[in-house]
């Protein structure tokens, strides 16, 4: 079996491709530009290899005067045109709750789905600029953007099992005659994918999402947190898989990688978008964020407030991005220690996709592969 769900020990997915600068704080030239036929390059070219999905951010506006983001392709309409490109990868689209409705989401997710035959999914995401949100004239409420999560799930959730049409008359929506027509191709309906990390943000992953993001900072708290995700999804009956989000720096000598590293996420540091970051964060999620309650959150907090005190190393890291760095062997024994911690997989972060993934497929995929984490691709 392929994709999110397959085989594989260890699944591996693009993050971010839609976007300028994807998820690095660098301003080094050969910066990711999300070029659309690049986009298109570099997913097909992993979908030929047996890369599981690619992931996009939803996004509205740059990281303040930033490159980070200035440009960035709308998540819903280039996951119908990637989908029609490809043959096996997982095309993900990400919806942010409080912008985009539960009934409008369905129906173009089950477009996905269908021209993929069956390989759409969708990341739920609740916000955390509200400025983004402020572009749409849409308050985003810090403190109850789970709960609007929750109900929103219970309707796109309804909509996928078909059945007669229905009302729905709760907190956040009053909705009439609900119906949706086709259904989506995988059932009960596509995947669902939650990248939260504070408390109440984990808890909500844990009831909705079959895939939660995480992040690793130390292992054993990440072998804590992934045991306490796992626990809170077992109240719910449920089993997700459990990824992280981890930049790639793999050249043929570990020093090439440390000096490519020190370069992009040093000397090219965007102190710009890394305060923009921090200050709309903090803003919006003052409450939130004044709790952080949990290790991940205090980690990424903490990064954000003081990035050479926290658990990175550099300013043009982005806070709570694992990172993989060295040889493809030094990178497939991190992968094996990701694994044992009990990670699914990772979602992949490059300065430069079509720079550095050929290396990465070339050389990493069969290194995985003799190391257990992958099997020999075959196609779907
Ligand atoms: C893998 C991953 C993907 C994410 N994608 C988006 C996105 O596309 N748009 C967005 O606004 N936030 C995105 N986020 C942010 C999360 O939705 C979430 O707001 C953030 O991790 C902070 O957690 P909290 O909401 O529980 O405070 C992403 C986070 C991760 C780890």
Redesign the pocket.
Known sequence: MAGIFGDNKFKLGL?GVNCSASCTFSNAPERWPAEWDEIVEVVQLSDRAGIEFT?P???WRALGESYVWRRSFETFTQAAALAALTKNINIVV?A?VPLIQPVYAAKSIITVDHVSKGRAAI?L????NAQEFAMHGVHLDGDRRYEQGDEWVEIFNKLMEGGPDFDWDGEFYHLKHLTTDPLPVQKPRPPIIS????ST?QDFAARRADVL?TAVHNYDATRETVSRLQGLAAKYNRKPAIFV?TAFVVRPTRKEAEDFYYYMAEEHADPEALAYFQSRKIET?AS?TAKADIEVDRNIVENMRNPRNGSQKYAGHFP?MHLCLGTPDDVVEEMQRMHALGLDGT?VVMLNYKNELPYFIEEVLPRMERAGLRNPFKGA
């Open positions: 993050f992931l951010i939803a996004r990400t942010h990341n995401v609740c916000g955390w990248a939260a990390s504070s943000g993001f989000e999620l939130a709570g979602a």
